[in-house]
């Protein structure tokens, strides 16, 4: 595996992934920021900064940024996360200089122009709104701060209305003074380009950046609890969720090949019995969101609300059983799909820069791919007994909305799964 890292003087990280069949280069910088440090009067602030990136630079206009990329033919994104924020862009393999420059100068020489930033301020207003109309995004926002009550990290990415509306560039500019600093960035690339090269632009374009202290951001504390709201829809989506583990947990792996036994493809346990024996769903997955220092396993229902009960009870039941009765075909199933899936990631630039970022942020160097097919392979049946054992150790988190349901309630589904209860 052709992968290369080396450390500026100032902190930055770089790191590549030369791939030379293809004609592509996807690269980007990751800042080891999110929403999880964010104060809760500025809720959203990540976000608004990270869009205010691209509306003009002191050598840039918002417009000269979109004409340069796609001169190229390229493409320009960025995305924030609960503890990452990322500005990336793919071009074709010799256009990796102009690439680096535009996202060097948008991350670092924003203008945070007042009368761009009423423009994006309503643009998120409206991205917000959008998103409240979309019960699917309601019910995870619902889900996470139940899940995290009164914390960064259950907080919604986007932020709310009020507090968005109050954001002023004062607070982008203490923001980015604070947090975009060079011991949190990783800037890596993947594709056809020479990592000693690509060290050298970087050194260029980043080796201004200051070496200030990294401050941690508040613990994740899981907590659990029931959240429902009634809304005139005609699904009812359901979210049912236990306490997960962080990154860099022991039983990492093994909780991604149960949650994809249990809930991860056509085949998986939840989809076989509630969907395709009994009608009751169109769509049912498991899924693991995993933090720094905590994480939250969840399963997500979308149904009619004359049969929330029983979906509920069928889901209750399926984790109850799945330790005891899964089967070595059901394993070799999700251990095949994981790696099908990371090595089919590897043909791909963008997923591969992303992949060896995130590698750096969370690990501190990037995990070779047979080292993460051997602790996927590594998976057995008692393994999946052990996580499963630790998952109902806790109580769990309740989330729906839509049309009124009798499903059980909090008490009855902790109960179900041999969790503690006790509604908050």
């Not at 059983?321 to 630039?349: F, N, W, Y």
């Not at 392979?377 to 998952?391: F, T």
Request: a negative charge; charged letters at 25%; aromatic letters at 6%.
């Amino acid at each position: 595996m052709s992968v290369a890292a080396t450390a500026l003087a100032n902190g930055v990280r770089v790191v590549t992934h030369r791939m030379a069949s293809v004609e592509t280069v996807s690269l980007g910088a990751w800042i080891d920021v999110g929403t999880r440090h964010e104060r809760a009067d500025v809720n959203g602030i990540a976000h608004l900064v990270e869009h205010m990136a691209f509306k003009g630079t002191g050598r840039r206009s918002a417009r000269a940024i979109a004409e340069e990329i796609e001169s190229v033919g390229g493409h320009l994104n960025a995305y924030t996360s609960r503890e990452f924020t990322a500005f990336h862009a793919t071009v074709l393999g010799g256009d990796e200089g102009l690439a680096l420059d535009i996202v060097a100068d948008i991350l670092q020489h924003a203008t945070l122009d007042p009368e761009e930033l009423e423009r994006e301020r309503a643009v998120i207003l409206r991205e917000i709104g959008q998103s409240r109309d979309t019960p699917e995004d309601v019910v995870f926002d619902r889900f996470q701060e139940t899940a995290y009550p009164d914390q960064p990290v259950g907080r919604s990415t986007l932020g709310t209305p009020q507090l968005v509306g109050a954001i002023g560039r004062a607070a982008l500019v203490d923001y980015i003074a604070r947090f975009y600093t060079a011991g949190r960035i990783v800037v890596a690339a993947a594709g056809k380009l020479d990592h000693d090269d690509f060290a050298r632009r970087v050194e260029d374009a980043f080796g201004g950046l200051r070496a200030d202290a990294v401050p941690a951001p508040e613990p994740a504390v899981y907590a659990g609890g029931d959240s429902r709201a009634v809304r005139d829809l005609e699904q009812l989506h359901l979210l049912l969720g236990l306490e997960g583990i962080a990154h860099r947990d022991p039983d990492y792996y093994a909780l991604a090949v149960f949650s994809a036994a249990l809930g991860g493809g056509l085949s998986s346990r939840l989809f076989q019995d509630i969907r395709e024996e009994r009608g009751l769903v169109y769509s049912i997955y498991s899924f693991n969101s995993s933090y720094a220092d905590g994480g939250l396993f969840g399963i997500y229902a979308g149904t009619g609300a004359e049969s929330g009960s029983e979906v509920v009870e069928r889901i209750c039941d399926n984790l109850g059983t799945m330790a005891d009765e899964v089967e070595e075909a059901e394993l070799g199933r999700a251990r095949a799909q994981l790696k099908a899936g990371i090595l089919m990631s590897l043909e791909s630039t963008a997923s591969r820069a992303e992949q060896i970022a995130r590698h750096m942020l969370i690990f501190g160097r990037v995990l070779a791919t047979g080292e993460i097919t051997e602790g996927i392979d590594a998976v057995d049946r008692k393994a999946v007994m052990r996580i499963s054992e630790r998952l109902r150790a806790g109580r769990p988190t309740v989330a729906t909305l839509g049309p009124e349901a009798a499903i059980p309630g909090y008490e009855e589904i902790a109960s179900r799964l041999g969790a503690p209860g006790g509604a908050r």
